[in-house]
């Protein structure tokens, strides 16, 4: 009996050393010092554990002793490792842990850019709000020009930003240049862009400091990226005084291909003999657009991507010439232009991701510039040479290829690395009355970027750029940096640094093919603040330039160019949105202030450009009415007067400034509504929506500049054709009803 009780005694006094307890606890924090709820605490290799608290406090008994590691976890956050030793007594632990970057949480790099598609986290505008800004008549660029940093320049097409020039700013289509996104110059007369902006899923607007993907621009990029699929099979037409069009898109049963066509006419005859117009129009406008596309789904989340559009337009359009009482100055453009682009993207193994890119444009303008008299005909000036210089027949012929290649790679986190390749082959033929002048260029690019995300916090995008061009003979490497810290909920600052190139115009390179790259340099700092609901932004900037063409006289209309010019800019932009504030109201305001100066061109000093006024901004309204199914659209803008100049040349062959001034204010109230019917019960599905617009309801005369006679002693006003511009529509579609959609997204 002593003998078994001895046993179990030692028996007991064993299994009490064996199973003894060690307790652990402590606290986990992110890196700010707020405590983690929810992450798991765990011996390596044991049952041992817990689960962190609320208040991120954690405890737990393991009977393990020695070296051991504790492992860390939770989601959304990296996990971490930690070697330790258990001696039988209470060990106080408390612990870090980093979050992991996250595509919802992480800051991102917003300093020179601005976000506007579908798809976009963090989108400025919407495909939507382009179409129904009130003056923008779904034109992209005008409904861009109510952002902080463009200009309001109504008598000549392009995007005017930061104190660069509308040939600044470049337009890519699915990572491809476009080369004419325009439709042709007509004399004093701004043309809208050539694009829907239903075409496009995603669009960025960089008013600098754009990545290094993309190059040949100044100031700024308009990035823009196609549809991938449509959400259903549709037809759709239009109806107005102005134009009609019909088209369809066609999605496959299995949802991996789908096709579309469209077509449409425009005529502004019923237009004009209801508005009357400044200039007299002897051949009425008359447009012709036409586009197709397929995409296709590949294996493993792949897409191919083909968009083709041609268009063809002509008028002709007499204004009083400014030398004479009476004589007529007749414009005569035949254009024609025809676009192609191809994409395709692709995953590969291991993390990466290649995109493959091509397009192929042609643009051609016939154009004849007559000096005509009271009767409309033809005069010659055989003897006056700046006359002979207002008779001229053109025939400009652009033709740009492309080709670009980029391969991703994913790296940790949200970070990832890329490098790629770009060619452009150019082929300018321009016959100048019988004068006929070839420009070829090949341009290669290299680049290379990388995004780093440290944390959710702290992210950084470095990358840099290689250009050479044939023409030029020159080569250029143009760094690229973009840093951006979250300061807050919602809240982060951005910066960035770059140095751009750009070509000379090849108007200029056809009369001085010697000249070199022009150059800018961009520094940005950004101040952003944003939701779903309302966005803040606050941004600096300052950029140097330099070898910009400066304007050499040789003689009556004939010039040399030099890259010996310069300048700068600088300024602040502010912009604030608000969906929250008011029920069903949706608004934004922008201001932009800037300070700029250039020697260029025919510009005797440095000076403040004629398309740059001070002072801008815009407020722009919109209430949706669910009940109605109806929206109103409200834009005003307001921009201080822009500086003109009259410059000659005097005795010594040199411009001088024979007069100056400042044009009066610019304004402009805008108004557009749209009506959704209630068609339900209509068999197939239709969707209808009837809209009106009235621009510049006020009716306020805008002056842009100034045009001067060739002694200097007389000078006219740059006047829009008219005062006020109405368009009325009613657009349909079968086979898809988007009314609640409509309403869903405020339209």
Known sequence: MIKNLAIVLSLLLTSSGVFSQTQISG??????GHPVPGASISVKNSF??????????YSFSSTDTGLQTLK???????SIEVTFQISGKSIQMNLQIKEEPNELKAVTISAGSFAAGDSKRGAVMSSLDIATTAGSNADITAALKTLPGTQQVGEQEGLFVRGGTGQETKQFIDGSLVNNPYYTSVPDISTRGRFSPFLFKGTIFSTGGYSALYGQALSSVLLLESVDMPERSEIDASISPIVVGVGTQQLADNKKYSWGMSYSYVNAAVYFGLVSQRPDYFRLPAFHNADANFRIKTNNGGMIKYYTTFAYNDLGLRTQDIDSPTLKNAFDLTNHNWYNNLSWRQPLNNGWRMTLMTSFSTNLDNIQQQVQGPDNQPRIFPDTAYMQSKNFILA???????GKAVFEKKLSGLSSFRFGAEYWYNNNPLTYNDTLKVLHDQLISGFSEVNIFLTNELAAQLGVRYEYSTLLKQSDVGPRVSLAYKTGKDAQISAAYGIFYEKPDNQQLFYSPDLKFTEATHYILNFQKMNKDQIFRLEAYYKIYNNLVKTVPMGYNYFNYTNGGSGYADGIDFFWRDKKTFKDFDYWISYSYIDTKRQFMNYPSKITPDFVANNTASLVMKRFITNWKAGFNLTYTFATG???YNFMVNNEGKFFTADEGRTIDYQSLNFSCEYIPSLSKVKPKTFIVLFASMSN????????????????QTKQPITPPANRFYFVGCFLSWGVDRTQD???NNL
């Open 72 to 78: 860390v976890s939770s989601v959304g956050y990296r």
């Open 642 to 644: 822009r500086p003109y």
């Open 396 to 402: 400009n012929k652009q033709n740009l290829t492309t």
């Open 27 to 32: 606290i986990v924090n992110d890196t700010k």
């Open 697 to 712: 309801i006020l009716g306020y005369n805008a002056i842009y500049g100034y045009h001067y006679s060739f002694n200097g």
């Open 48 to 57: 041992d554990g817990a689960t962190s608290d609320s208040l991120g406090k």
């Open 742 to 744: 409509a309403i869903n």
